[in-house]
């Protein structure tokens, strides 16, 4: 079956690989402490951020969505830390009328910080 004409994608997945990666977070884990032990509520997390690309994160409520992302922007309540993993920040510099592609990159490691 296809699909109509006004739902066909209008990229194919070579072209979006092509797209530079803006974030690019590698085995993240989040651990909050208790009494009870270390809660563990994220665990081996990995996804790509690349330009000009939308990324969706779906879940049960619970599931830890907003724990990553508070992660990620290095905003976690207390005692909630970064157990495990990278989060890299991929800065893409170009000179002004410069193609994308033709400025330099600098890597930053978020979770370093």
């Given at each position: 079956?296809?699909?109509?004409?006004?739902?066909?994608?209008?990229w194919?997945?070579?072209?979006?690989?092509?797209?530079?990666?803006v974030?690019?977070v590698?085995g993240l884990a989040?651990?909050?402490?208790s009494?009870?032990?270390?809660?563990?509520a994220?665990?081996?997390?990995d996804l790509v951020?690349?330009a000009?690309?939308?990324l969706?994160v779906v879940?049960?409520?619970?599931?830890?969505?907003s724990?990553t992302a508070?992660?990620?922007?290095?905003i976690?309540?207390q005692?909630g830390r970064?157990?495990?993993?990278r989060?890299?920040?991929?800065r893409h510099?170009?000179?002004?009328?410069a193609a994308?592609s033709?400025?330099?990159?600098?890597?930053v490691?978020?979770?370093a910080m």
């Open positions: 079956m296809t699909m109509p004409d006004t739902m066909q994608a209008t194919s997945p070579g072209e979006a690989e092509a797209a530079p990666v974030l690019d590698q989040v651990d909050f402490p009494r009870r032990g270390v809660f563990r994220v665990d081996g997390v951020l690349r000009g690309r939308t969706a879940g049960e409520s619970g599931s830890g969505k724990v508070r992660a990620i922007l290095q976690l309540d005692p970064i157990a495990a993993g989060v890299l920040l991929h510099h170009t000179t002004k009328g994308a033709g400025g330099a990159e600098e890597v490691e978020l979770s």
